[in-house]
């Protein structure tokens, strides 16, 4: 065993170490700081951290530390933090992992707080791992749980860590040692010796690492070395025999045993343990918690590898994949596989290739993708200068393009399956199939593009007939990809009858969900429309079953389209409230984005404009996070432009993003964009700019008719085209879009008009007076049914006809509510009340005295005294809450399931109620929107309060005039947010007198 080294202790650093401790300080205020550690290695990174965490632990801080490694899969980075969702084998059940991971990683950390998390190494962290990083301290929220990084400074250059850096505050940037302080890290590292600090600064720059090792190693030897050099030395000096065991550890992967490390050494496992004592007492290893030893510091790890040749290191590793190969477990040999690619071109090629393939495949299959992928990429990088047989290569393509797009490592995914297509007949029928499949995920589905169909419909034929899971999912995307032109279409169409049909027949629900998603894409007749409500029925089903609520809720996302597009309100409020409340299931915020806009949607349709887009800014705040912001504009100027049409009011706002959407989508030939661009164009004045737009999406109606969301671009062109006098394009649109009058024209962005509104206005354009007569009848019809005062006045006022009131059922007429000495009397044509004053009844007076504008709960609650003071207590649903949620949900569907199947229906019917409970309850957690209800809040106490508080002073007014009090129960909404919403054709103008 060899004597250790003293620790020379840390020096220096003053100023970092006081910016770190406010970070520590952040974090006990209620943040969750990000900050950064960046420098050359050797420069004390790891040192300053170590000091900070010293200092979290006196503060009663707990301390997660962990490194990334170099080459290392999707997550690996977080690994080492052992806490839920850090496993980097094991697959998220969203369709987008990252979210999943963020969650878990959240809670888990936010299970030890206050800890301070570390994470070293980040330049050779995986992009995935960085993601969440990324976001980790924003979904932390209040916890006190900051995160501190390292990395090398000249190494910290690609876009993911460009983006954490950009996220980080503070980010530290260390230089080298004052000669102060270098002489005396010199003195502590070497105590006794003589220390010319001066010339020392000057041989090592007064980084850190090499100041420690060139005075050790001159008070040892009295010969002073240049910085490039002390650490070989340092090595060179144990001889030969240690050398060549510690190239071994530098060379062989972290974990590995002291017994595999002996048998490719070919020495007994005694002599390479006197080794490692002997590097341990010279502080050059340390131990690792898993088994096996470690170098101290990165640089150590490769001048231990550089004391051979580099033919020596090869054949080295080559020893060490035979040895790993012996262990004879999954990792064992994706590790030795590993070796043999680093050997290259010591070894054969092919042997390489054909090993690793079989690994990537193995390890896979074992449920350890982060592993697999991790070794395709690496056996990818290093056969390309040696030829390897294209079949392997595209293997491992293929591989490696799979599991980065399960890992939303969509860039890398992408060039993965492009290069495995390159390939083209030198990959077997089977794996051109998968890298065609693969590469269509990443075609526009907005540009009209027919090479990827052919290519896609070239894979089919060349596959046997059978069943099977990958023609299902090729099939698929031949339909998916279909949409690019007419040519194409009923091949398309026919293509993904034949993947669902497939996908039952193998019993599959996963399956089956992918092939009904791509069939139903985009329909194109009112037949397709009826069959894409069928398929969200069956996704929602299925979802349900699989217990997977990110299945569950694109049905619901379609089922709200379908309906609305059936002018059915009450019917598309039902499946908004059920995404609402499965979204707050999903980690991912894309649902409650998604959801969002959807309300924000009917909020426009119900007169508020103002409300709707504060509905949108709202989730926009979140969006940002995901959505690339050349998406958002698209999202934003549709849900504009349709907000401004159907209210009639220029909108200055839109002005702006629609010159900042021309200039992002000039270069996507997409004829959507064009008639989407000509409608925005129309809106806000710009004729000529809308003229424009029109004749470029025209040139490509036939590829606008079969495209995605056809509907929106098609009665977007039309209503341009009549505006502007376009008698030519009039005719051509208006038979596309005849067989949907029956519908509103609904798009992701909202609702236009109702189509019978755009044909009837291509028929005024065309000279067919009746016929426009009749469709202008249908789109009001349309607009009075879906309960839209402001649509159905549009559609008159686009007719040209005066704008009218709805007619009534009821008698129309003023009502009054009079303060008086006996309390408030109630004057309506529904009967009269004279109700004795209370809380209840003077918030129900406020409501209706501010008929049509909402109140605030919290401002009712105060009687319109002194702004409330909010008091939130957090959010009702934390993650784990959610994550609690979602697991008996998924628990209860699989019970129900079950007792189906043995044919037991009490406990079915058991498990129902259960399941029915569950989600009451869920849903009194979930406010108006989805978003959470805070729990203890002033607003959440004001919400339950004020709804109580009416809810009796309108069971008051009932007991004397019952048709006043049902009036008032299905017209007075209560929430957080407070108003009288009548049905139109019962609506009462209210003239209230008196105050308390």
């Not at 983006?163 to 502590?188: C, F, I, N, Q």
């Not at 009209?448 to 059978?466: K, V």
């Not at 949907?740 to 755009?758: D, E, M, N, Y």
């Not at 129900?844 to 105060?862: F, I, S, T, Y």
């Amino acid at each position: 065993m060899g004597t250790l080294r003293p620790d020379p202790g840390f020096v220096g650093r003053g100023d970092e170490v006081a910016r770190l401790a406010e970070v520590l300080r952040a974090a006990r205020e209620g943040g969750s700081p990000l900050a950064l550690v960046l420098g050359e290695a050797g420069i004390g990174k790891s040192r300053l951290v170590g000091r900070v965490a010293a200092d979290a632990r006196a503060q009663g801080y707990d301390v997660l530390w962990t490194e990334a490694e170099e080459d290392g899969g999707p997550f690996s980075a977080l690994a080492g933090l052992r806490v839920a969702g850090t496993d980097a084998s094991v697959d998220g059940s969203d369709g987008d992992q990252r979210w999943d991971r963020l969650e878990a990683v959240a809670a888990g950390i936010a299970d030890r707080a206050p800890v301070l998390v570390i994470v070293e190494d980040l330049h050779w962290a995986d992009a995935s791992s960085l993601w969440v990083l990324e976001r980790l301290a924003r979904h932390l929220g209040g916890v006190a749980a900051p995160v501190l990084g390292t990395a090398r400074s000249d190494e910290a250059t690609q876009p993911p860590m460009a983006r954490l850096m950009a996220a980080a505050d503070p980010v530290v940037r260390l230089g080298g040692l004052s000669v102060e302080e270098t002489t005396r890290l010199a003195e502590l590292a070497a105590p006794g010796g003589s220390v010319d600090g001066a010339a020392l600064w000057e041989r090592t720059g007064g980084v850190p690492l090499f100041v420690r090792e060139a005075a050790v190693l001159a008070a040892e030897s009295g010969v002073p070395a240049l910085a490039t050099g002390v650490l070989g030395r340092r090595f060179e000096r144990l001889g030969e025999a240690s050398c060549r065991a510690l190239a071994a550890v530098a060379l062989a992967p972290v974990g590995t045993s002291l017994v595999t490390l002996a048998r490719a050494l070919d020495r007994t496992v005694e002599a390479v343990v006197a080794a490692v004592d002997v590097a341990r007492g010279e502080d050059l290893v340390v131990d690792e918690r898993g088994g096996g030893v470690r170098f101290r510091h990165a640089l150590l790890t490769e001048a231990a590898a550089a004391t051979l040749s580099v033919d020596e290191q090869r054949r080295l590793r080559l020893a060490l994949a035979d040895a790993l190969e012996a262990d004879a477990t999954v990792w064992a040999r994706g590790q030795a596989a590993h070796q043999r690619l680093l050997a290259l071109p010591a070894g054969d090629v092919e042997t390489a290739a054909r090993s690793a393939l079989a690994a990537v495949v193995e390890t896979r299959a074992a449920g350890r993708p982060s592993e697999a992928s991790a070794l395709a990429a690496v056996a990818v990088a290093e056969l390309e200068p040696y030829g390897a047989a294209p079949h392997l290569r595209g293997g491992l393509l293929v591989e490696l393009g799979e599991l980065l797009l399960d890992f939303r490592e969509v860039d890398r995914a992408r060039e993965a399956f492009a290069a495995a297509v390159a390939l083209g007949g030198a990959l077997d029928p089977t794996l051109r199939a998968r890298a065609e499949t693969g590469r269509s995920f990443f075609v526009n589905p907005l540009v009209p593009e027919s090479e990827t169909f052919a290519r896609l419909t070239r894979a089919d034929a060349a596959l046997p007939p059978d069943d099977s899971p990958l023609r299902v999912r090729l099939l698929g995307r031949v339909a998916a990809t279909s949409i690019a032109g007419p040519a194409a279409r009923e091949r398309g169409r026919s293509a993904g009858r034949e993947a669902v049909a497939m996908a039952r027949r193998l019993g599959d629900p996963q399956l089956l969900v992918q092939a009904l998603a791509d069939l139903h894409l985009a329909p194109t007749s009112p037949e397709e429309w009826v069959a894409r409500g069928d398929a969200a029925d069956e996704i929602v089903a299925l979802g349900e079953r699989l217990g997977r609520p990110d299945v569950a809720l694109l049905g619901y996302e379609w089922q709200f389209g379908e309906r609305l597009g059936r002018a059915d309100r009450p019917g598309a409020e039902e499946s908004l409230g059920r995404l609402e409340l499965y979204s707050q299931l999903s980690p991912s915020p894309k649902w409650r984005i998604a959801a969002g806009l959807r309300r924000a949607v009917l909020t426009s349709l119900r007169g508020d404009r103002e409300g709707a887009l504060r509905v949108l800014d709202t989730e926009f705040l979140s969006a940002r996070q995901w959505l690339h912001q050349d998406e958002l504009n698209g999202i934003a100027v549709g849900f504009r432009t349709a907000a401004a049409l159907q209210h009639g009011v220029d909108d200055p706002v839109l002005r702006e993003q629609y010159d900042v959407l021309v200039d992002a989508a000039a270069s996507i030939p997409a004829p959507f964009i064009q008639a989407s661009l000509a409608l925005t164009a129309w809106v806000i004045g710009e004729e000529e700019l809308a003229r424009r737009h029109l004749a470029k999406a025209a040139a490509s109606l036939d590829v606008l008719a079969v495209g995605l969301e056809s509907l929106y671009g098609l009665t977007s062109c039309g209503l341009v085209a009549a505006a502007l006098g376009e008698e030519g394009i009039a005719r051509e649109i208006r038979p596309l879009l005849e067989p949907h009058a029956a519908r509103l024209t609904s798009g992701s962005s909202g609702v236009i008009v109702p189509t019978a509104t755009a044909v009837g206005l291509l028929a005024d354009a065309t000279g067919d007076a009746e016929a426009a007569a009749s469709y202008h009848d249908l789109g009001i019809e349309l607009a009075d049914r879906v309960g839209s005062v402001v649509l159905a006045d549009r559609c008159r006022a686009l007719a040209g006809r005066a704008q009218r009131p709805p007619e009534r059922t009821a008698a129309p007429g003023s009502a009054s509510v009079v303060r008086s000495m006996d309390g408030w009397v109630f004057t309506t044509p529904f009967g009269a009340a004279t109700v004795e004053e209370s809380r209840g009844l003077l918030q129900l007076v406020e409501v209706l005295r501010a008929a049509g504008r909402e109140l605030a709960a919290v401002d009712l609650a105060a009687g319109g005294g002194a702004p409330v003071v909010q008091h939130d207590l957090g959010p009702m649903l934390d993650d784990r809450a959610k994550r609690e949620y979602r697991a008996r949900i998924a628990d209860l569907r699989e019970e129900i399931d079950d007792a189906e199947t043995m044919n037991d229906p009490d406990r079915a019917t058991h498990a129902r109620l259960e399941l029915d409970a569950l989600l009451d309850e869920l849903g009194r957690a979930v406010g108006m929107g989805g978003r959470d209800r805070p729990h203890g809040a002033t607003d959440e106490r004001a919400r339950v309060n004020v709804t109580r508080s009416i809810r009796r002073a309108i069971a008051a007014v009932a007991a004397q005039a019952p048709e006043l009090g049902a009036h008032l129960e299905v017209s007075v909404r209560t929430g957080r947010e407070c108003s009288y919403r009548p049905d139109p054709a019962a609506a009462l103008a209210w003239e209230v007198r008196g105050r308390p």
